[in-house]
């Protein structure tokens, strides 16, 4: 069955630095695009980054874009978001998901567009 496990979370200081770790089993991890969320307290779910399967292409949320970076290693099924110059409001608890499709995406900014969820890691950046 399809797993996906979020590491790496915790608290840091305005301005350092954090690696989250998504690691995935249970299917063709290369053919699907991997996307991370995250949702802070009161708020709703939102996307935060994207790598597609094919090339690597990515796509980040305006806010996090120049200080995070999506990344993946097919050949250990694991995608990475490295975050730096973190920010208070960065706190939220992230999640790494699956595509929903191998191709065809219609808008991987969409939660619709995924279809598995890993359990989430709290990432809390204090002023």
């Known amino acids: 069955q399809v797993q996906l496990v979020e590491s790496g979370g915790g608290s840091v200081q305005a301005g350092g630095s954090l690696r989250l770790s998504c690691a995935a089993s249970?299917?063709?991890?290369?053919?699907?695009?991997m996307g991370w969320f995250r949702q802070a307290p009161g708020k709703e779910r939102e996307f935060v980054a994207v790598i597609y399967s094919a090339a690597g292409t990515t796509a980040y949320q305006n806010s996090v874009k120049g200080r995070f970076t999506i990344s993946r290693d097919n050949a250990n099924n694991r995608a990475y978001l490295q975050m730096s110059s973190l920010k208070p409001e960065d706190t939220a608890v992230y999640f790494c998901a699956k595509s929903r499709w191998n191709s065809g995406y219609y808008n991987l900014r969409l939660e619709a567009e995924y279809d598995y969820w890993g359990q989430g890691t709290q990432v809390t950046v204090s002023p």
């Open positions: 249970g299917y063709s991890f290369s053919s699907y695009a």
